[in-house]
């Protein structure tokens, strides 16, 4: 069974960091894309950061360019999400999931890890 | 970015046929999905390029549409389907998913 577990998120002050792992399990890590997805409280979904299969590639939009850096470490079955220079707007439950062009979606989700940041 | 645009809510009586739709500002080929998001609960995927139905997904789920139009169709509607339904488009860059429309069961 496919387990995306998120950790790290908590309350931080604005331009402070923070730093978002998800352990994976239940499937060959070191074969799938993987992406960070995040919610804000009761609205909508928006697509953070991608990195490749092997880490070679990444993707951020372009808000968290340069503040955000998306790696893996593929020994470990895990990923990673390092938040710079946060601000209130980055306030948001932050999702660790699966992106595969076997859908070409995002096809496994984590429970979330709210980020709060707040003075 | 690439705007899908959703109905905010929808309520439907358990048993009937229910369409949500989305149409994107520009054309996103088939690469259309879509996701359903129950309260309290992370997204799950249901469909995916605009009429593949995911693994362990119930057929009463379809899906239709190509280009900037696309519609998920739950048929019949049960309690359980109570949601926010959310579309997403990975053809355009950055990926962006819609404001979601709400599922209201009678």
């Known amino acids: 069974e496919v387990q995306l577990v998120e950790s790290g998120g908590g309350l931080v002050q604005p331009g402070r960091s923070m730093k978002l792992s998800c352990a994976a399990s239940?499937?060959?890590?070191?074969?799938?894309?993987m992406a960070w997805v995040r919610q804000a409280p009761k609205k909508g979904l928006e697509w953070v950061a991608y990195i490749s299969y092997d880490g070679g590639s990444t993707y951020y939009r372009d808000p968290v360019k340069g503040r955000f850096t998306i790696s893996r470490d593929n020994a470990k079955s895990t990923l990673y999400l390092q938040m710079d220079s946060l601000r209130s707007e980055d306030t948001a439950t932050y999702y660790c999931?699966?992106?595969?062009?076997?859908?070409?979606?995002?096809?496994?989700w984590g429970q979330g890890t709210l980020v709060t940041v707040s003075s | 970015d690439t705007v899908l645009t959703q109905s905010p809510a929808l309520a439907v009586s358990p048993g009937e046929r229910v369409s949500i739709s989305c149409r994107a500002s520009e054309g996103v080929n088939s690469y259309m999905h879509w996701y359903q998001q129950k309260p309290g609960q992370q997204p799950k995927l249901l469909i995916y390029?605009?009429?593949n139905l995911a693994s362990g997904v119930p057929a009463r789920f379809s899906g239709s549409g190509s280009g900037t139009d696309f519609t998920l169709t739950i048929d019949p509607v049960e309690a359980d389907d109570t949601a926010t339904y959310f579309c997403?488009?990975?053809?355009?860059?950055?990926?962006?998913f819609g404001s979601g429309t709400k599922l209201e069961i009678k």
């Open positions: 390029k605009a009429s």
């Open positions: 239940g499937f060959t890590f070191s074969n799938y894309g």
């Open positions: 999931t699966i992106y595969t062009t076997d859908y070409w979606g995002f096809a496994y």
């Open positions: 997403q488009q990975s053809w355009n860059d950055p990926f962006t």
